[in-house]
């Protein structure tokens, strides 16, 4: 008898049920509980029909148009293609040191000695290229700390003094000296493959122009409470021998020299970040490990000869007000007994120069100043080099 409910007309018809059980089943991988003492088998699964070769090549004309049009867009900003100032590119100034130019004049400071110090301008008057070991927003005891255990060392170390950097020991790119010692050969190839096959020829290839960057950076409202900060955006142009300048744009655009001028102005009202009772503390610590690299470097013979880089505008007011020169350069001088260079001090650094964002010389008084600086340097202080490199 049939169910109730059951006609012919059902009877003709599929069962739903049983199709999905059998879809099921030929998908399905099976396992070894399905197949007990038999290897489970590799999964087949039918690769349908489709113009695999016309899809393939569609991807990659989108994929070179995308990354064309990128390209475009930040050529037509104004950036050029730059070499990344990476800790893998400081390495392979700070191997320079372990592959027989102990004896070279080393350059450490923070941003002010990386941009402003011209290196060609100094070798055509020295005669030699000095080794590049400053690093933006970066003390630079960490990296004489780290040339100071290193007997290899024999050479002269000028320090930059960027008051709000140095005497608070901030340390933004401070990681490089122990990725040096630690890199690995993987590590070296990648930046050798990037340096001559990238990063010569993609301006979108530097960091602040990165996808996940600029679109953090959009104008996204703030959360309650919190008050979204200007990062620090680009100001300069590397080469391989990381020789550094600052960027046209920031010299001859307005809109972006005020741009970065607004960056560095976030510090300059209270309430201070650390507040003053905190910088007095971290101006005598500062110090005081001032005095002890300075007496391993004396120790080895190696000279030791502070600058103070120029500075204008509001970025000084506010060095003269959180960091007054009595209580660090004057201080750090006469407590190390290492002798120091000033700007203020000498009329040939004490010029009008051009500094776009106040804290930085655009690249033509970059290199005026660096031949200003030899000339100082050598007459007052390192006089023995400079007759040495005469006489060769």
Not at 43 to 61: A, D, E
């Amino acid at each position: 008898m049939d169910a109730p409910g059951m006609n012919d007309a059902d009877a003709d018809q599929p069962d739903v049920n049983q199709h999905d059980a059998d879809e099921h089943a030929i998908h399905r991988r099976k396992t070894a509980s399905d197949r007990p003492g038999v290897a489970q088998p590799v999964p087949k699964r039918p690769v349908p029909v489709q113009p695999w070769n016309r899809i393939f090549v569609g991807m990659l004309v989108m994929f070179a148009v995308m990354l064309g049009a990128w390209e475009w867009y930040w050529r037509d900003f104004g950036v050029t293609p730059s070499i990344r100032n990476t800790d893998g590119l400081w390495a392979i100034q700070r191997r320079r040191i372990d592959n027989g130019e102990g004896d070279a004049t080393v350059l450490f400071g923070a941003s002010r000695v990386y941009f402003d110090m011209q290196l060609p301008v100094w070798e055509r008057l020295a005669g030699k290229r000095p080794i590049q070991l400053a690093f933006e927003g970066t003390t630079p005891l960490v990296y004489l700390e780290d040339l100071a255990a290193d007997p290899k060392f024999t050479g002269r170390a000028l320090v930059g003094v960027a008051p709000d950097v140095f005497f608070t020991g901030f340390a933004y790119r401070g990681r490089a000296a122990k990725y040096t010692h630690k890199e690995s050969p993987s590590e070296r190839v990648g930046q050798w493959l990037s340096m001559r096959f990238v990063e010569p020829y993609f301006a979108f290839y530097d960091p602040d122009y990165a996808l996940a960057t600029v679109l953090r950076r959009q104008p996204w409202p703030d959360r309650p409470g919190k008050h979204a900060s200007i990062d620090v955006r680009k100001l300069s142009q590397t080469d391989a021998g990381r020789n550094t300048h600052m960027w046209s744009k920031v010299e001859n655009d307005p809109d972006y020299r005020a741009l970065a001028r607004s960056v560095w102005a976030q510090d300059f009202e209270p309430p201070y970040d650390p507040p003053p009772e905190k910088i007095k503390e971290l101006i005598k610590a500062e110090i005081e490990r001032a005095v002890k690299v300075v007496k391993t470097l004396r120790e080895r013979g190696v000279p030791v000869l502070f600058v103070r880089m120029p500075s204008d505008g509001r970025y000084l007011e506010y060095e003269n007000t959180l960091f007054p020169r009595a209580e660090t350069w004057d201080a750090l001088l006469a407590a190390t007994g290492a002798p120091g260079i000033h700007f203020q001090d000498y009329p040939e650094l004490n010029q009008d120069w051009n500094l776009p964002e106040w804290s930085h010389l655009s690249q033509a008084d970059a290199e005026r100043f660096t031949a200003a600086l030899y000339g100082v340097v050598a007459r007052d202080f390192w006089k023995a080099q400079a007759d040495a490199t005469s006489a060769h």
